[in-house]
């Protein structure tokens, strides 16, 4: 298969009518112009230039293959202009898989100004329930990037974004409202809105409720957060929630847990060289885990 260069050589030199001067417009020798020629008359099998006493002259052959090879030359041309663009981050693709709580708080906010910066990015998202769907999702190839809480079995290149605080939301007229702040002791004999095994959060809470004696009562359980707030704060339990699940007008009470209850939220990249994927992975960890400030306040 002949080379780019040789194609290169064939093309500057239907261009300049001249070994000579072919050579020089590609700041080579002519000997080495020569070289590449014959070599790509070798794989063709056939000559392409016609040599003259005064320069040369395409053969039927060279006129023939001339529209090709401009094209492949072309085509080269783009493929490193696109992967240029790519590195910039500029222009390319972004497959991004994204705990399902975390979508609206973490990730929106950053994907929003980097699309505003690179409107030539195709960005596609899957949002998965537990850490370890994550995994999957990267494991499998449907996701070059993966946002959430940190997975039971990842082996791959992960960062840190921050910790990410777990509240007890409570209705306001709540018995345990006038506390301070809550252990798992003071959840273990009221109703709890928990939730479904699907979500990675149910196994999680259970575990760390188990490491203090304390096995958690669900009332009801339900996929996401944000829900289980908002039927905590209508009256129906007691709901263990992400702060980053939290809105500012939540009518409900808030408190911290004692001890306090976080998780790592993490990145987790299946190409950590990509300067794509560096570069998205840099926005999201300088923004950092986001508590709404009003939130904040409630829990002081």
Not at 152 to 167: A, D, F, K, N, Y
Not at 194 to 206: E, F, I, K, Q
Not at 209 to 217: N, P, S
Request: glycine share 6%; hydrophobic share 45%.
């Amino acid at each position: 298969m002949p080379t780019l260069r040789a194609l290169e050589c064939l093309i500057a030199v239907l261009d300049a009518g001249s070994i000579t001067d072919a050579a020089a417009a590609l700041h080579m020798s002519q000997p080495a112009l020569s070289h590449q020629l014959a070599a790509l008359e070798r794989e063709i099998g056939a000559p392409v230039f016609e040599r003259l006493p005064r320069g040369v002259r395409a053969t039927a052959i060279g006129r023939a293959v001339e529209a090709d090879a401009r094209a492949a030359l072309t085509a080269a041309a783009r493929v490193v202009d696109g992967g240029r663009a790519v590195a910039r981050g500029e222009s390319g693709r972004l497959r991004l898989a994204c705990a399902e709580s975390l979508t609206a708080s973490l990730l929106a906010p950053v994907l929003r100004n980097w699309l505003r910066r690179n409107p030539a990015v195709h960005v596609t998202l899957t949002e998965a329930t537990s850490a370890d769907d994550l995994v999957h999702h990267l494991e499998s190839g449907t996701a070059d990037l993966a946002l959430g809480p940190r997975p039971t079995r990842w082996t791959g290149h992960s960062q840190l974004i921050g910790p990410e605080e777990i509240v007890a939301v409570l209705p306001t007229d709540h018995p345990l409202s006038h506390h301070d702040r809550l252990t798992f002791e003071d959840l273990h004999d009221h109703p709890l809105i928990h939730y479904h095994p699907d979500n990675g959060l149910a196994t999680w809470l259970d575990t760390q409720a188990a490491t203090h004696g304390v096995t958690l009562t669900p009332i009801m359980r339900t996929r996401q957060a944000t829900t289980a707030a908002q039927l905590a704060a209508s009256g129906l339990g007691i709901a263990l929630v992400p702060t980053t699940a939290l809105t500012p007008a939540l009518p409900a009470t808030l408190k911290h847990l004692h001890p306090t209850l976080t998780r790592d939220l993490i990145c987790l990249t299946a190409t950590p060289t990509d300067p794509l994927l560096r570069r998205f992975v840099s926005d999201i960890v300088n923004r950092g885990v986001p508590v709404n400030p009003s939130v904040r306040t409630r829990l002081t």
